[in-house]
T-cell receptor, first 111, second 112 residues
Framework: KAGVTQTPRYLIKTRGQQVTLSCSPISGHRSVSWYQQTPGQGLQFLFE???????NKGNFPGRFSGRQFSNSRSEMNVSTLELGDSALYLC??????????FGQGTRLTVV | SQQGEEDPQALSIQEGENATMNCSYKTSINNLQWYRQNSGRGLVHLILIRSNEREKHSGRLRVTLDTSKKSSSLLITASRAADTASYFC????????????FGKGTKLTVNP
């Protein structure tokens, strides 16, 4: 079956703009989590959605938000982009098992 | 803050040798997972070991878990150039959270 699909793969935005990233989980998986990866901070948890509800949130400012749709697809949004938001954004989906499967990520560059 | 700390940060070996990476963590866990990442791409799930397991094998991979020492190790036997990647441990903490806490990773280079 298809894996986790993230779109777009690459994105360049200007400071102050906003961006929306998309994640389609593995079919049947209802949990979707988002992570930010930077060279300095490593992999950090942003938030997790299950059945359209945010169940858990990391320590990120309110500019970072997300949502999940009834088909389990998820989007995350970053408003008022800052240079420090440049990162690889990874989405993971989980089913009944506890393994988390990740997409290829969206590389966001803020200039 | 990072829960897991991998050791070493970087490891360079020759093809055919074994590679051992260690991970230490701070709080009680439900399970620990190891992932591989090739140069800025997505994370590939390698193996999951539950808190009540001590050792697990998958192909050329062997993972151990010592909950009393809050540590885990990943052994890759008979390494290949294609194993060159960064390896991360991630802990799934107790309490029903679906949040994975990652270490900073070990960058493994396997020289042909």
């Amino acid at each position: 079956k298809a894996g986790v699909t993230q779109t777009p793969r690459y994105l360049i935005k200007t400071r102050g703009q906003q961006v929306t990233l998309s994640c389609s989980p593995i079919s049947g998986h209802r949990s979707v989590s988002w992570y930010q990866q930077t060279p300095g901070q490593g992999l950090q948890f942003l938030f997790e959605y299950f059945s359209e509800t945010q169940r858990n949130k990391g320590n990120f400012p309110g500019r970072f938000s997300g949502r999940q749709f009834s088909n389990s697809r998820s989007e995350m949004n970053v408003s008022t982009l800052e240079l420090g938001d440049s990162a690889l954004y990874l989405c993971a989906s989980r089913g009944l098992d506890t393994e988390a499967f990740f997409g290829q990520g969206t590389r966001l560059t803020v200039v | 803050s990072q829960q897991g700390e991998e050791d070493p940060q970087a490891l360079s070996i020759q093809e055919g040798e074994n590679a051992t990476m260690n991970c230490s963590y701070k709080t009680s866990i439900n399970n620990l997972q190891w992932y591989r990442q090739n140069s800025g791409r997505g994370l590939v799930h390698l193996i999951l070991i539950r808190s009540n397991e001590r050792e697990k094998h998958s192909g050329r991979l062997r993972v151990t878990l010592d909950t009393s020492k809050k540590s885990s190790s990943l052994l890759i036997t008979a390494s290949r150039a294609a194993d060159t990647a960064s390896y991360f441990c991630a802990t799934d903490t107790q309490g029903g959270s679906e949040k994975l806490v990652f270490g900073k990773g070990t960058k493994l280079t396997v020289n042909p």
